[in-house]
């Protein structure tokens, strides 16, 4: 499983290969392969193929388990790398690993040292939800031993298979290229930045002046995903640069993705292969094993496996970042011709261990190995469906009332039924939760709406950028049909949510367009807090200071403000709490939960010692005061809040409570791992749903909107933005459970 022919990738080309080398070499076994589609139209996938997923579509993993537990699959082999599957850091990956009912092994194309949190989470859950691992060099296995404690016994180290091509003098190819009589360099890979061409071809003056006949042949398509979002601007580059030095008669670019029989012939023709390569982390390269193992000089940059593969004279290792260094181990080989040629031999006896059929054996006994390990499992196909094993179910992500609510100006506050009040006109506090939501979106994956969430995202923060009174860098907060702003300021809590969700684009974001922005204006507007006074305002800036520091861990400024008011709320935390009011006023009105949700986050980052204990206090005494003796969620009602020593209000009850509180509670899961907090969350959650007082749901799954609230009485029929983004913010974040907590918490709540 991972992505397949004809899909444009390495992991693609090597999932189609080693699916054919196992084949080949099991003939009487059913070798099939599951595929990765990272478009929703699929590809054209050959016959093996017999099931597919989704990227960002998390219950299409799920499927994907049932179909191979159904079917009473012996073995998985997974190819992992971060980027093609779904969710923060490919978690939606470990959604499919945790129904599974086989063996599973794991080969890692990718092993940092040095994972973010995301990639660390997903990583330990990978390691245990695996029976065996694969690396391709000893790096990777030290790795997992230093960094991740896997044990060795659950490693396998197997090197990058590779076609097996004759061994043949280059001449014999060149002229079908028309470089006869030429020494021919060659870069193959889809091309981007972290290719380091532009390095070699800065090598390529002082090359050309000591051995004129060279020619550098850059082998291969832009990747797709960098064409989708610049275009050939990096190819471009590279043709600007070689011809600014000079050297456009010695540079040849061959923009196709070749097949791996035009790719030996490609091969052949070579004299020497460059992997100018700029990330030394990078543990697997296939392009360098084909061309090492089909008998060529490498010169390459010391990345871990050119390190391991080329030790001992096998080739020669360069700094990074070196034009003249690149120069110079180029011109060794061509000024000795005994050593090219003997280091020549010397990959190619080496590469045996490496062909495709002996490759294919060393993964057929690691599936044997996994299968002898793991204890025989019952095959009834339902003995393991309980409600308590079966992940929590949650309604489809339908965005068509977001949508319908939405011009070229933003998201309308108010709508009549389910139709925009344009007479209400827009907010910034609305438009704020909406940008958020498409952020989120975009970085939790799911199901993608056939809208477009950049073009959505884009409205929203142009919105916001307008929001922003250019005298005073406040945020206005209430904006007409006609777009005439009905204020010069907005109140702190609506400047303060802009802030939140400006952190959330600074955080989260694809688009580098946003990101910017975002940080611009987040960088203007976060001052003004200094002197704000609302307590939720300080939780909606930490919460947005939260999603800022994602990015930028280091910035003093965003920091200092951080602590600043973290300690404020926890000032007003001890000035009015009680233990029979253990709250921060004397009164508990609306997004009550955003506070305690940011202490708790607060944490993390030990601005204040006090903070998780203060948040987890108050939130365990607000989800109290809000459940009732049936269980199901009860939120305070806006209809006269609930003051201290005074009766609460039990109605009207608000989406955006609800919604509050399923982020919190997801914050405690998160930071004291009790999986109590998750059943807070889910509870919270069900009150759209209908496990609420009247027993009726919020939520219509029809329109993909939510009511404005719940009466005494009735629903209301209203459903505006502030409601309707609610319900959505917290189906992503529940949504996101994948990643927010661990697979051992989910199973005990």
Same mark, same amino acid.
């Given at each position: 499983?991972?992505?397949?022919?004809?899909?444009?990738?390495?992991?693609?080309?090597?999932?189609?290969?080693?699916?054919?080398?196992?084949?080949?070499?099991?003939?009487?076994?059913?070798?099939?392969?599951?595929?990765?589609?990272?478009?929703?139209?699929?590809?054209?996938?050959?016959?093996?193929?017999?099931?597919?997923?989704?990227?960002?579509?998390?219950?299409?993993?799920?499927?994907?388990?049932?179909?191979?537990?159904?079917?009473?699959?012996?073995?998985?082999?997974?190819?992992?790398?971060?980027?093609?599957?779904?969710?923060?850091?490919?978690?939606?990956?470990?959604?499919?690993?945790?129904?599974?009912?086989?063996?599973?092994?794991?080969?890692?194309?990718?092993?940092?040292?040095?994972?973010?949190?995301?990639?660390?989470?997903?990583?330990?859950?990978?390691?245990?939800?695996?029976?065996?691992?694969?690396?391709?060099?000893?790096?990777?296995?030290?790795?997992?031993?230093?960094?991740?404690?896997?044990?060795?016994?659950?490693?396998?180290?197997?090197?990058?298979?590779?076609?097996?091509?004759?061994?043949?003098?280059?001449?014999?190819?060149?002229?079908?290229?028309?470089?006869?009589?030429?020494?021919?360099?060659?870069?193959?890979?889809?091309?981007?930045?972290?290719?380091?061409?532009?390095?070699?071809?800065?090598?390529?003056?002082?090359?050309?002046?000591?051995?004129?006949?060279?020619?550098?042949?850059?082998?291969?398509?832009?990747? !797709?995903? %960098?064409?989708?979002?610049?275009? =050939? *601007? @990096?190819? &471009? #580059?590279? /043709?600007?640069?070689?011809?600014?030095?000079?050297?456009?008669?010695?540079?040849?670019?061959?923009?196709?993705?070749?097949?791996?029989?035009?790719?030996?012939?490609?091969?052949?023709?070579?004299?020497?292969?460059?992997?100018?390569?700029?990330?030394?982390?990078?543990?697997?390269?296939?392009?360098?094993?084909?061309?090492?193992?089909?008998?060529?000089?490498?010169?390459?940059?010391?990345?871990?496996?050119?390190?391991?593969?080329?030790?001992?004279?096998?080739?020669?290792?360069?700094?990074?970042?070196?034009?003249?260094?690149?120069?110079?181990?180029?011109?060794?080989?061509?000024?000795?011709? !005994?050593? %090219?040629?003997?280091?020549?031999? =010397? *990959? @190619?006896? &080496? #590469?045996? /261990?490496?062909?495709?059929?002996?490759?294919?054996?060393?993964?057929?006994?690691?599936?044997?190995?996994?299968?002898?390990?793991?204890?025989?499992?019952?095959?009834?196909?339902?003995?393991?469906?309980?409600?308590?094993?079966?992940?929590?179910?949650?309604?489809?992500?339908?965005?068509?009332?977001?949508?319908?609510?939405?011009?070229?100006?933003?998201?309308?506050?108010?709508?009549?039924?389910?139709?925009?009040?344009?007479?209400?006109?827009?907010?910034?506090?609305?438009?704020?939760?909406?940008?958020?939501?498409?952020?989120?979106?975009?970085?939790?994956?799911?199901?993608?709406?056939?809208?477009?969430?950049?073009?959505?995202?884009?409205?929203?923060?142009?919105? &916001?950028?307008?929001?922003?009174?250019?005298?005073?860098?406040?945020?206005?907060?209430?904006?007409?049909?006609?777009?005439?702003?009905?204020?010069?300021?907005?109140?702190?809590?609506?400047?303060?949510?802009?802030?939140?969700?400006?952190?959330?684009?600074?955080?989260?974001?694809?688009?580098?367009?946003?990101?910017?922005?975002?940080?611009?204006?987040?960088?203007?507007?976060?001052?003004?807090?200094?002197?704000?006074?609302?307590?939720?305002?300080?939780?909606?800036?930490?919460?947005?200071?939260?999603?800022?520091?994602?990015?930028?861990?280091?910035?003093?400024?965003?920091?200092?403000?951080?602590?600043?008011?973290?300690?404020?709320?926890?000032?007003?935390?001890?000035?009015?709490?009680?233990?029979?009011?253990?709250?921060?006023?004397?009164?508990?009105?609306?997004?009550?939960?955003?506070?305690?949700?940011?202490?708790?986050?607060?944490?993390?980052?030990?601005?204040?010692?006090?903070?998780?204990?203060?948040?987890?206090?108050?939130?365990?005494?607000?989800?109290?005061?809000?459940?009732?003796?049936?269980?199901?969620?009860?939120?305070?009602?806006?209809?006269?809040?609930?003051?201290?020593?005074?009766?609460?209000?039990?109605?009207?009850?608000?989406?955006?409570?609800?919604?509050?509180?399923?982020?919190?509670?997801?914050?405690?899961?998160?930071?004291?791992?009790?999986?109590?907090?998750?059943?807070?969350?889910?509870?919270?959650?069900?009150?759209?749903?209908?496990?609420?007082?009247?027993?009726?749901?919020?939520?219509?799954?029809?329109?993909?909107?939510?009511?404005?609230?719940?009466?005494?009485?009735?629903?209301?029929?209203?459903?505006?933005?502030?409601?309707?983004?609610?319900?959505?913010?917290?189906?992503?974040?529940?949504?996101?459970?994948?990643?927010?907590?661990?697979?051992?918490?989910?199973?005990?709540?």
């Amino acid at each position: 499983m991972g992505g397949y022919d004809p899909r444009r990738c390495g992991i693609a080309t090597f999932t189609h290969d080693i699916c054919e080398a196992v084949s080949a070499a099991i003939p009487s076994a059913v070798c099939i392969a599951g595929a990765v589609n990272d478009r929703i139209e699929g590809y054209r996938y050959p016959p093996r193929v017999r099931f597919e997923m989704l990227e960002r579509d998390l219950d299409s993993y799920r499927r994907a388990a049932d179909f191979l537990n159904f079917n009473n699959t012996d073995v998985l082999c997974v190819q992992h790398e971060f980027g093609i599957y779904g969710g923060p850091a490919g978690s939606h990956l470990l959604a499919l690993l945790k129904e599974l009912r086989m063996p599973v092994v794991t080969t890692l194309h990718t092993v940092l040292r040095e994972p973010n949190s995301a990639q660390r989470q997903v990583m330990d859950e990978l390691v245990q939800r695996s029976d065996r691992l694969i690396v391709m060099a000893r790096k990777g296995a030290e790795i997992l031993d230093e960094i991740y404690h896997v044990p060795a016994s659950k490693v396998d180290v197997i090197p990058h298979g590779i076609p097996d091509i004759a061994f043949a003098d280059s001449k014999d190819s060149k002229a079908q290229f028309g470089v006869e009589g030429r020494m021919v360099l060659l870069t193959f890979g889809l091309l981007g930045p972290g290719k380091g061409i532009e390095y070699a071809i800065e090598a390529l003056p002082e090359i050309v002046k000591r051995h004129p006949n060279v020619v550098y042949l850059i082998l291969g398509a832009t990747h !797709p995903h %960098l064409v989708a979002r610049e275009g =050939e *601007a @990096y190819r &471009l #580059g590279l /043709e600007r640069l070689a011809a600014d030095r000079g050297v456009k008669d010695h540079v040849i670019f061959y923009n196709r993705f070749v097949s791996l029989e035009d790719l030996t012939e490609f091969i052949g023709a070579t004299d020497i292969y460059l992997t100018p390569y700029l990330n030394p982390a990078q543990i697997t390269s296939g392009t360098l094993a084909y061309v090492f193992g089909a008998g060529k000089a490498v010169v390459s940059t010391p990345y871990w496996h050119a390190q391991e593969l080329l030790a001992d004279d096998r080739g020669i290792l360069v700094p990074f970042r070196d034009p003249q260094a690149i120069a110079e181990g180029v011109c060794a080989f061509l000024d000795d011709k !005994p050593r %090219l040629e003997r280091t020549r031999r =010397e *990959a @190619y006896q &080496l #590469g045996r /261990e490496m062909i495709w059929p002996a490759v294919a054996k060393l993964y057929l006994k690691s599936f044997q190995h996994a299968r002898a390990d793991r204890k025989a499992a019952s095959r009834t196909a339902f003995a393991g469906w309980t409600l308590a094993s079966r992940p929590y179910e949650l309604p489809p992500l339908r965005l068509d009332h977001i949508v319908r609510m939405t011009d070229g100006t933003g998201i309308f506050q108010h709508a009549i039924f389910n139709v925009p009040n344009f007479q209400e006109g827009y907010c910034t506090d609305d438009n704020a939760r909406a940008f958020l939501l498409c952020n989120l979106l975009e970085e939790i994956g799911g199901e993608p709406p056939k809208e477009n969430l950049d073009h959505l995202a884009t409205s929203y923060l142009a919105f &916001l950028a307008a929001a922003m009174n250019p005298q005073t860098g406040r945020f206005r907060n209430f904006l007409s049909h006609g777009r005439t702003w009905l204020e010069d300021m907005g109140s702190e809590d609506s400047h303060a949510r802009a802030l939140w969700a400006l952190g959330g684009g600074v955080g989260r974001s694809h688009n580098e367009g946003h990101r910017n922005l975002c940080w611009q204006l987040f960088a203007r507007a976060l001052p003004l807090v200094e002197n704000f006074t609302s307590p939720r305002s300080w939780a909606f800036t930490l919460l947005g200071i939260h999603e800022c520091l994602r990015v930028y861990p280091n910035n003093e400024l965003v920091a200092s403000f951080g602590q600043k008011l973290t300690n404020s709320l926890v000032d007003l935390w001890k000035r009015f709490a009680t233990d029979d009011w253990p709250w921060f006023e004397a009164s508990a009105t609306y997004d009550n939960a955003r506070m305690c949700q940011a202490l708790i986050s607060s944490h993390s980052f030990g601005w204040n010692g006090e903070a998780l204990q203060i948040g987890i206090k108050s939130l365990r005494w607000l989800a109290s005061i809000q459940k009732t003796q049936a269980g199901h969620f009860r939120p305070i009602g806006s209809n006269g809040f609930y003051v201290k020593e005074g009766s609460r209000a039990d109605f009207d009850q608000q989406p955006v409570e609800a919604q509050a509180m399923v982020s919190a509670c997801l914050a405690a899961c998160r930071a004291t791992g009790d999986p109590d907090w998750l059943i807070e969350a889910k509870r919270a959650f069900e009150w759209f749903l209908g496990r609420n007082d009247l027993g009726v749901p919020l939520y219509d799954s029809k329109s993909g909107g939510c009511s404005d609230g719940l009466h005494q009485d009735r629903v209301s029929e209203n459903q505006g933005a502030e409601s309707s983004l609610a319900f959505h913010l917290a189906l992503a974040e529940m949504t996101g459970l994948d990643l927010l907590v661990p697979n051992s918490l989910k199973e005990k709540s």
